[in-house]
T-cell receptor, first 114, second 111 residues
Framework: DGGITQSPKYLFRKEGQNVTLSCEQN?????MYWYRQDPGQGLRLIYY???????QKGDIAEGYSVSREKKESFPLTVTSAQKNPTAFYLC?????????????FGEGSRLTVL | KQEVTQIPAALSVPEGENLVLNCSFT??????LQWFRQDPGKGLTSLLL?????REQTSGRLNASLDKSSGRSTLYIAASQPGDSATYLC??????????FGKGTKLSVKP
């Protein structure tokens, strides 16, 4: 079945450590996105990519980094510079880049900093 | 700056009731509007996508309408069931081409 796979589902990190969240899609979508979801704040855009080897910062990119070496993969690294990394992270993809087309989401990764 | 508001933040109804969820946006220059469902601890599931040229979309017991001039969309759920309990989010693609989300309405359908 086509879809978006995020891993791991749950992740615990000690302060000062970098962690990488995986996002893979087999929908042949050009655009991929990373969102952060916090209680009461809705979804906020971290990074997005419209084509391989290119990506743009979203509203809250500080403390995060991404890469887009393959069309189907868009990993997110949460660095030690991110002040409050505990959150639910959602990856999404869309068949259309600009303006954004219909968005499809993965199941999410919950990161907890101990 | 585009802002998307969903009122109420939470709603509780008895099973079988028809209900309407509201979504309003401040800038009527949108490309499309999408409704999502989110179950606790899960990702978002796309329910309906309405293009700016459309007035409504239907899928099963769900009907979404769009009135760009008034900056409003409604999601109508017919004959609600306990399985409909979830948080419902709307999102608009504005003139900048990016997606802006509302904070959602948490729906509880009581048996």
């Amino acid at each position: 079945d086509g879809g978006i796979t995020q891993s791991p589902k749950y992740l615990f990190r000690k302060e000062g450590q970098n962690v990488t969240l995986s996002c893979e899609q087999n929908l042949n979508h050009d655009a991929m996105y990373w969102y952060r979801q916090d209680p009461g704040q809705g979804l906020r855009l971290i990074y997005y990519s419209q084509i391989v080897n290119d990506f743009q910062k979203g509203d809250i990119a500080e403390g995060y980094s991404v890469s887009r070496e393959k069309k189907e993969s868009f990993p997110l690294t949460v660095t030690s510079a991110q002040k409050n990394p505990t959150a639910f992270y959602l990856c999404a993809s869309s068949p259309r880049t600009s303006p954004t087309g219909e968005l499809f989401f993965g199941e999410g990764s919950r990161l907890t900093v101990l | 700056k585009q802002e998307v508001t969903q009122i109420p933040a939470a709603l509780s109804v008895p099973e079988g009731e028809n209900l309407v969820l509201n979504c309003s946006f401040t800038d009527s220059a949108i490309y499309n509007l999408q409704w999502f469902r989110q179950d606790p601890g899960k990702g978002l599931t796309s329910l309906l996508l309405i293009q700016s040229s459309q007035r409504e979309q239907t899928s099963g017991r769900l009907n979404a309408s769009l009135d760009k001039s008034s900056g409003r969309s409604t999601l109508y759920i017919a004959a609600s069931q306990p399985g409909d309990s979830a948080t419902y989010l709307c999102a608009v693609v504005g003139s900048q081409g990016n997606l802006i989300f509302g904070k959602g309405t948490k729906l509880s359908v009581k048996p």
